[in-house]
């Protein structure tokens, strides 16, 4: 359905933007019921939050005559937790309400606060910030809120994770007690809650969760790959899909600083964005990304609040999101603007059947998935290259003299050979994963392989009610007891414990290692190992078999008819 009655002047601004029927967001936020209320609004990101808050302060903001008069002390607040996320607000009101002459004052950390405090003493109707800088100008006098009639808390979950508790109550006491306050939160823990109860009356709860765009536009993908084949498959997967711009999830500062390092070590353009980084750096980052001269982004959950990247069209959960939520907002920052995106999950083996239930209470159908081969992406390649190089291009008259030099002197297909190398020297190697198949050394007819003649059976207590799988398992043996797969044998998995085998000379090599790695604080490095009595049965025991017991004074009974 077509937007309700707007002010003459946003209607034409949404209609130059080819806004032509509001999100569900939107919608809810303009009706009747809601006017004029308090708001608690949950919606996933990329559903038009932010255009949807702005067309509800309207009535707080403009005239009769859709004017929004001299600009004085700020009529609405909206408070960002990120610098990028309140310069995006900033970016979409300025347009909304460009034409009514409405002033929007920006305050972000990271810019001269001066010429900041400059464009408050003239006046604005619309301040965005950030609750640091906000309270700094507050604290120094610099932003006066007696007046205003509106404020907006967006993505208010965020804020408190990041500490930002204080200075959104310093901020909200300062203002009147019978402003509206929109809360705009994509969780509702206890926390927020809380917080509503103290600044809102009888507030409007709102929920779009489900309705919005979801993730009609976002194909979901899992490939389940043992842990230390974690890095091999992300670097397989920005390979495989060769997106223009791809962003990688850690959940730590630390893991985000090694999985940058070694992107970069592999040739990939790459840019880092944890809570380490300054804002110079962040900035640069991001301007790289945009320019294109970066084309993978490496960070963390809060380091990548705010962003907006219309290229992105890959993110990879290098480890898992903590929750549905989380994993519904780190995939939403692709699949904007109608554009289609993939999020792929990366799960390690043991951890499958969690993402497979977190996957279900996000009502998110996700296909599972193979790790890229390097034949896969190889092929891949080929196609793309041929794509390439046969798109029209313009030639000049230099692009001709040299083509006719070299034909000159080398033959077309030695020509094109030479193109082709050229372009493939530019993309990094894929990776070989070692959990992706069996030792591949041959056997003999019987099945026996070399070198296996004399072997040490040992067994492990994790199987298939741990989710125990031949290709976890396989580089488990090999980083734990320090050996290759050549040297393991058979594997067995039972439903408690898994059996395998490795060779006399390197039994002695393998237990001294699995000790020294043992106890790391991970699940892996928990796991017991202990010698095993001789080689497990290689089939199920034949079933038991009874005789049958003799009828009861020798005669059969009769058979029961079926109902």
């Given at each position: ?80 937790p990120t610098r990028e996320l309140a ?233 898992l999101p903590r929750d549905a939520e ?231 009974p009769a058979r029961r008819e079926k109902?």
């Open positions: 359905m077509p937007f309700p009655d707007l002010p003459q002047q946003l209607a034409e601004a949404l209609a130059a933007r080819g806004y032509e029927n509001p999100t569900p967001v939107q919608t809810a936020v303009l009706e009747e019921g809601a006017g004029g209320r308090d708001l608690i609004v949950s919606a996933q990101t990329g559903s038009g939050k932010t255009v949807a808050f702005g067309l509800a302060m309207a009535p707080e903001l403009l005239d009769a005559e859709g004017g929004a008069g001299r600009p004085g002390a700020p009529l609405a607040l909206i408070i960002a310069l995006q607000v900033s970016r979409e009101l300025v347009w909304l309400y460009g034409k009514t002459g409405a002033r929007v004052a920006t305050c972000v950390g990271g810019m001269d606060a001066s010429k900041e405090r400059r464009a408050l003493s003239y006046g604005a109707h619309i301040v965005v910030g950030t609750p640091g800088r906000l309270r700094d100008h507050l604290e120094r006098g610099a932003l006066e809120l007696s007046t205003l009639r509106v404020a907006v808390l967006d993505e208010a979950d965020e804020m408190l994770d990041m500490g930002f508790r204080e200075d959104l109550e310093q901020i909200l006491d300062a203002t009147p007690a019978e402003r509206r306050t929109l809360l705009f939160s994509a969780t509702m823990p206890r926390p927020i809650v809380a917080l509503a109860k103290r600044y809102q009356r009888d507030a409007l709860r709102i929920s779009t969760v489900g309705e919005d765009r979801g993730h009609g536009d976002i194909e979901y993908q899992a490939l389940a790959v043992a842990p230390p084949d974690i890095e091999h498959a992300v670097v397989n997967l920005l390979r495989l899909h060769e997106a223009e711009t791809a962003m990688l999830f850690c959940a730590t500062r630390e893991n985000v600083r090694h999985l940058h390092a070694t992107l970069v070590e592999r040739g990939f353009a790459a840019v880092a964005l944890s809570g380490e980084h300054s804002q110079n750096e962040r900035n640069a980052a991001l301007q790289a990304l945009r320019d294109r001269r970066a084309r993978v982004c490496v960070a963390t959950d809060v380091a990548a609040r705010g962003i907006d990247l219309p290229t992105l069209s890959l993110v990879i959960h290098v480890e989380t994993l519904q907002h780190r995939s939403g920052r692709t699949g904007r603007a109608g554009k289609k995106g993939t999020a792929v999950l990366v799960v390690p083996f043991q951890r499958r059947r969690r993402v497979e239930m977190m996957l279900r209470g996000a009502r998110i159908q996700a296909r599972w998935i193979d790790p890229p081969t390097p034949e896969a992406i190889r092929r891949q390649d080929r196609e793309r290259l041929v794509a390439a190089l046969l798109e029209p291009v313009e030639i000049d008259e230099e692009d001709r003299a040299i083509a006719a030099r070299l034909i000159a002197e080398r033959s077309p297909e030695d020509i094109a050979a030479a193109l082709v190398r050229a372009h493939r020297a530019a993309l990094p190697e894929p990776e070989e994963l070692l959990g992706t198949g069996a030792p591949a050394e041959r056997r003999d007819d019987r099945g026996h392989r070399a070198g296996f003649d004399d072997t040490v059976w040992f067994r492990i207590d994790v199987g298939r009610r741990q989710n125990a799988d031949p290709r976890w398992i396989l580089p488990l043996l090999c980083r734990r007891g320090h050996i290759t797969k050549a040297e393991v044998g058979a594997i067995r998995i039972g439903p408690a414990e898994t059996q395998f085998d490795v060779p006399r000379a390197a039994a002695d090599r393998f237990v001294a290692s699995w000790k020294r790695t043992a106890g790391k604080g991970d699940d892996e490095s928990n796991i017991g190992l202990a010698l095993a009595q001789g080689a497990p049965a290689r089939h199920q025991p034949p079933r038991k078999t009874y005789k049958p017991k003799p009828f009861a004074h020798g005669r059969k109902a």
